[in-house]
């Protein structure tokens, strides 16, 4: 049974009172905020940067960097094999001291036995036992990971109740939130970190924050909740807590600045605190976990486009592709570009990629329905948003509340219900405040590439359906998303150095993109001028 929020919110929340609040559900990507702030928890994707509450000016309602913001609620996991193997792995015994890497599990055709022989053989160990003790942990932990990944898949889309235990997952990095055991910003509490497989610190109870919820029932998308530590830490359960001390610490403010890579500068954010764990006191921050996207059948998810999809936009008629190369001029603005890869696993150029984004963050992942809510179009490069200029053309802002930065799509079918796009789906680009987008007639020849073609970008009123300006909806697939991010993150940090012997129209082939892994698909706009060449990607 679904319920409707009757409190009216504002920032980041508004609009969590026109949605029907549904039950969180194991799988659902979330957003997490503290009660009282116009406030966010994010994490860079950087495993040795801590994660941070970011806070933002009242009328903010959706963060630029949103993509570091998504968690996952996963299901409990077991780590008693691991702790096992750790246990033996710090005593430094069964290899003698010599700080030998754990062997491999053992092959289909062996018995733990043989390996360990084997092993004990190759390194020159005499104690055998301990070897085999050690391969026994790792058979155990594969094992005991296997079924996790088990269990995950088993209870994705069961309800989550108050009292449950859950754990959270970053979205992009896959890292899990975990307390360390290390002394927080405040006296009493103790630091967040992120770990690739998480341990017992890493599992959290969701209890409500009032006794007018009771433990069993359905926790729905906003509530009101606590998350205190399952495993007691030096004797005590710890719960999430913001803290209020990094505002005042201008040095530690700006060490978790720069550990994010971000700014106090940009992006209309006022400060940030540190997310810690503290014993439970009067000064308990409580917290909502608001759904950003439901979790879906993984076949569901592919066919339906979705908000912060990436996409490029095909003109069907002139062949074109909505193309955005990093200037604002004339020529340099918006285009629609010659070009007939046209099929999902063909090259695509980073200048057409675009990124679906809501006008507000709840339900910000949700499906896109023709006609209905609006979105954004944010340029994956440069983070600008196509926006409609002088009412009669297309160009870019980064005003993230302009108005006229604001489109929806309607379907080319005569059906006038509200459906969900698909993926490869005819629609027409409609600007909330204007009308149609159309192409122009006429074309201008290209002066850099010489073979190609664009045209120019206009508005018509919405009296007349330009049915020659339908364009087709091409979803980017997340490798070819991988790929521009790891450029765009290199150039980020070349920012202000030289950039020189990066060449127009150079391509970066897979061998010699950078072996970093992408910890965000999101950053400030910051130089546009260092994404002037056109980077292919491939999959």
Not at 325 to 331: A, E, F, T
Request: hydrophobic share 35%.
């Amino acid at each position: 049974m679904k319920s409707t929020i009757q409190k009216s919110y504002a920032g980041l929340l508004s609009g969590l009172e026109d949605h029907e609040s549904e039950c969180l559900r194991f799988g659902d990507q979330i957003v997490i905020s503290p009660e009282g702030h116009n406030a966010i928890l994010m994490h860079s994707g950087y495993k040795k940067s801590r994660p941070l509450i970011q806070i933002f000016y009242e009328n903010i309602t959706t963060p630029t960097n949103i993509l570091d913001c998504r968690w996952r609620i996963s299901p409990k996991c077991q780590y008693e094999a691991s702790k096992a193997l750790k246990k033996i792995q710090k005593k430094r015994l069964w290899d003698g001291g010599q700080g030998l890497p754990v062997p491999r599990r053992p092959g289909r055709f062996e018995t733990v036995e043989e390996a360990a022989s084997k092993f004990a053989a190759a390194h020159n160990l005499h104690d055998v036992e301990a070897v085999k003790e050690v391969m026994g942990c790792v058979v155990a932990m594969e094992e005991e990971q296997e079924a996790n990944e088990a269990e995950l898949i088993r209870r994705q889309g069961k309800i989550i109740l108050f009292g449950d235990s859950i754990q959270i997952r970053h979205v992009t990095s896959g890292l899990f939130l975990t307390i360390s055991k290390l002394r927080g910003s405040e006296k009493g509490t103790r630091a967040f970190e992120m770990t690739d497989q998480g341990n017992d610190y890493a599992t959290f109870k969701v209890q409500p924050a009032f006794r007018t919820y009771g433990q069993g029932e359905p926790i729905r998308s906003g509530d009101l909740a606590f998350l205190a530590s399952e495993k007691k830490i030096f004797g005590l359960h710890m719960l999430f807590h913001m803290s209020s001390t990094v505002g005042r610490d201008t040095i530690l403010r700006d060490k978790l600045l720069d550990e994010n890579q971000l700014t106090l500068s940009s992006a209309a954010r006022t400060g940030l605190e540190e997310l810690n764990a503290s014993p439970v006191d009067a000064t308990t921050t409580m917290f909502r976990l608001v759904i950003f996207q439901q979790w879906e059948e993984p076949q569901l998810e592919d066919e339906y486009v979705h908000g912060d999809d990436v996409v490029c936009l095909y003109h069907k008629d002139f062949e074109s592709y909505l193309e955005f190369n990093g200037n604002d001029g004339d020529i340099g603005g918006p285009v629609w570009r010659e070009s007939q890869r046209t099929s999902e696993k063909a090259r695509k150029k980073s200048y057409w990629m675009w990124r679906i984004e809501f006008s507000s963050l709840v339900s910000g992942g949700e499906r896109v329905n023709a006609m209905a809510r609006h979105f954004r179009l944010k340029h994956l490069l440069t983070d600008l948003y196509l926006c409609v200029k002088h009412g009669n053309t297309l160009g870019v802002t980064d005003d993230i509340n302009d108005e006229n930065a604001l489109f929806s799509f309607k379907l080319f079918s005569k059906d006038e219900s509200v459906q969900p796009v698909r993926s490869g789906s005819s629609v027409f680009l409609v600007s909330k405040c204007h009308g149609w987008v159309v192409a122009k007639q006429h074309t201008v020849k290209d002066d850099e590439l010489k073979k190609r073609y664009c045209r120019k970008i206009g508005i018509r009123p919405l009296d007349y359906i330009p049915e020659r300006d339908v364009v087709m909806i091409v979803r980017v697939n997340s490798k070819m998303i991988a790929n521009v991010v790891k450029v765009k993150d290199v150039f980020q940090c070349c920012e202000g150095e030289s950039v020189a012997g990066i060449k127009d129209g150079c391509r970066l082939e897979e061998s010699s993109r950078p072996s970093q892994s992408p910890a965000k698909c999101s950053r400030g706009a910051g130089n546009v001028s260092a994404f002037c060449s056109p980077v292919s990607v491939t999959k």
